[in-house]
């Protein structure tokens, strides 16, 4: 836990993270059901370049409008090809695009009105976000199980989601770095059970913020 903060949050933070495959979307419904919001960084990602953002803009007018799909949607595809093959217009799209995304995440993590919110990031602590947060929980599955849930749902062959995993902090390290941990490789049933005994701790926590 890192409660300094760049600017202040009025709502008690909970840190959601866990590695590729590990199951945050389906702990981060749960959390849902139970009336809190859930702010996630990638869908902050897809909306700051979304159709007609002023990020979208910005790289359509650096990349040209060869990144643009016929309907002025971002081609993912196309930019990620341009950015893999130059560093120097990897480390611009990164100067634009984070700025963006941390200042829609804060705003929305201020803004959320139940009696906590629940950050989702896949790299929270990579990218620093842990230092938002008044507490982390890390989702954690065996690296063996990530490997087969990741090439089952993203049809990728092993070795591409070895790379992924490779890509990212470590299980280990993740692991010493969080608050709490819940065992994701068990049936959803007895997750939820937990969840619901985290949430009753943070609803406690929370009040005292």
């Known amino acids: 836990m890192n409660t300094s903060t760049a ?8 840190g959601l993270t866990g590695g590729i495959g590990c199951g945050k979307s389906a702990v981060s419904a749960m959390f849902e059901q139970l009336g809190i919001t859930v702010v996630d960084a990638d869908i902050i990602a897809r909306q700051v370049v979304a159709p007609n953002s002023d990020g979208l803009a910005a790289i359509s ?6 990144v643009l799909n016929p309907d002025g949607s971002l081609n993912r595809a196309k930019l990620r090809e341009i950015i893999f093959a130059d560093n120097a217009q990897k480390t611009w799209l990164n100067n634009l695009l984070h700025p963006l995304i941390r200042e829609k995440t804060l705003n929305d993590l201020s803004t959320a009105n139940s009696a906590y919110v629940v950050l989702v990031a896949p790299l929270l602590f990579e990218n620093g976000l842990e230092q938002y947060c008044d507490r982390t929980l890390i989702i954690d599955v065996p690296v063996a199980v990530q490997l087969e849930r990741t090439i089952a749902r993203d049809n990728i062959n092993e070795q591409q989601a070895l790379s992924i995993i490779a890509a990212q902090m470590s299980r280990e390290d993740k692991l010493h770095r969080a608050d709490d941990v819940v065992d994701n490789n068990q049936p959803l049933a007895l997750v939820a059970i937990v969840i619901q005994q985290l949430h009753t701790q943070y609803l406690t926590l929370a009040a005292k913020k």
């Open 61 to 66: 007018e650096h990349f040209g409008t060869t």
């Open 7 to 14: 600017q202040p949050i009025k709502n008690w933070v909970l």
